[in-house]
């Protein structure tokens, strides 16, 4: 094949048919069960004001690097950029549209990054996700978790650890600060000029390295866990004795700090252990108690979580579950009369809500049947001069072993619904 003229940009790309179809089939279950949970889908737009984002924190990758930002036309022109995220985008809304508390929101599609590309790791990748804004209950917390638990369980993936931490609040989180920065730069000179930089921006942040030459410093400095106050050691505890009530198993990580500036209390983890340590977040979340007010809206606690589409299909084939989803199309029109049968035939069988396809071109019926058979679908109706004349179709199993039948017109339908 001649070199494209274009290709997807980096960092994108194609999601085709049939792994268009499992990606929908995921989508949907997720909807099915957050709105079972009593989620309502919030859509927002795809790009924001860019002070939306950096509310997050100015000390995130995500908002100083991975921006992708630019002017509108106007005068003068708006700094927006593409949503990073989804989080801030629902607190703007909440700040905006004021929705009776507690507001549970869920959503999907399209988020972007302007990340080094590798294997799980995109410029525009996708994430479904659920937000509660307006309680700070930990029944809230446990509820969160227990829905991302499940909805991985649902896809029949085994092997996925759940990773819990508290990040303390305001009341106790400065003096745990203190005694991060206190001992990371007494240890300075034995962290990587990255995480020395990444001190003097955010001491929490050197937690999250993964370099070799950090781990030694990291291993040995304080942790948050150390410095709850009792009102959040007290929140702690209820998340997990809900888990453990539902028998959801997690384990502690006192250093998970994840990426976001923003989360207080509660923060979690998926890691999927079929792949391989760069990629194995498969989702995360956390409590943000200060997102909506820092968003110019009332103070309103909120936690909630993002899964990563496209980890979670990485996932799923390195556990070789959730299968691409059948063809939708149940029968291949066969026509080869010249005639508009095969165009009848394909709109009854969609009237009766069987999926029908058929082939173009007036081919031959060797060349039809070879497309019947690569469009996937079990059954084919076949229209040759002699059904014509008789007003019948012959139905041909493509996959099983139920032949060939031939049927009159009326009981096409009846003998389909039988076959599939
Ligand atoms: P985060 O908002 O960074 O916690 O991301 C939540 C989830 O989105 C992660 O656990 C990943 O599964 C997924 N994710 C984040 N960044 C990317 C990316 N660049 N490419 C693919 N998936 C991503």
Redesign the pocket.
């Known amino acids: 094949m001649a070199e494209p003229t274009f290709r997807a940009p980096k960092g994108t790309r194609d999601i085709l048919p049939p792994e268009s179809s499992r990606r929908r089939a995921l989508i949907d279950a997720f909807a099915v069960r957050a709105s079972q949970a009593g989620f309502g889908e919030v859509m927002s737009p795809i790009f924001e004001d860019l002070g939306v984002f950096k509310r997050l924190g100015e000390s995130t990758d995500v908002v100083t690097k991975e921006m992708f930002d630019f002017f509108d036309k106007g005068d003068p022109p708006q700094h927006l950029a593409l949503r990073p995220?989804l989080t801030a985008s629902v607190c703007r809304a909440y700040a905006e549209h004021r929705p009776t508390p507690p507001w549970k929101v869920w959503y999907e599609g399209p988020q972007f990054?302007y990340?080094q590309p590798q294997a799980?790791?995109?410029r525009q990748?996708s994430?479904v996700g659920v937000e509660t804004l307006g309680s700070d209950d930990p029944q809230v917390d446990v509820d969160t978790i227990v829905l991302g638990w499940r909805f991985y369980q649902s896809l029949g993936l085994s092997q996925v650890t759940l990773l819990l931490n508290s990040l303390g609040d305001a009341s106790c989180r400065p003096a745990y600060l203190d005694a991060l920065r206190s001992y990371l730069e007494a240890n300075a000179e034995n962290l990587s000029p990255q995480s020395q930089t990444t001190l003097e921006r955010n001491p929490l942040r050197v937690l999250d390295s993964k370099r070799a030459e950090d781990q030694a410093v990291i291993a040995a400095a304080p942790l948050m866990v150390d410095f709850l106050s009792d009102e959040t050691a007290e929140h702690f505890a209820a998340v997990r004795s809900g888990l453990d009530q539902v028998g959801v198993p997690y384990e502690i990580s006192p250093r998970l700090v994840?990426?976001l500036d923003y989360y207080t209390r509660t923060t979690f983890e998926f890691a999927a252990e079929a792949l391989t340590s760069a990629q194995n977040?498969?989702?995360?979340g956390g409590r943000y108690d200060g997102l909506v007010e820092a968003l110019g809206g009332p103070s309103t606690p909120g936690i909630g979580f993002?899964?990563?589409v496209?980890?979670i299909l990485l996932a799923c084939d390195a556990e070789g579950v959730f299968d691409t989803p059948a063809a939708a199309v149940k029968v291949f029109v066969v026509d080869v009369t010249e005639s508009n049968e095969g165009l009848k035939v394909c709109e009854q069988l969609r009237a009766a809500g069987i999926g029908a396809d058929r082939a173009y071109g007036g081919r031959s019926m060797k060349a039809q049947m070879k497309v019947a058979d690569r469009s996937g679908a079990p059954l084919a109706a076949i229209i040759g001069d002699d059904e014509l004349a008789s007003g019948e179709i012959t139905v041909r199993d493509l996959r099983g072993d139920s032949g060939q039948h031939r049927v009159s017109r009326d009981q096409l339908v009846a003998t389909i619904q039988r076959l599939v």
């Open positions: 995220e990054r990340e799980g790791r995109y990748f994430q994840r990426g977040a498969v989702g995360g993002a899964l990563g496209d980890r």
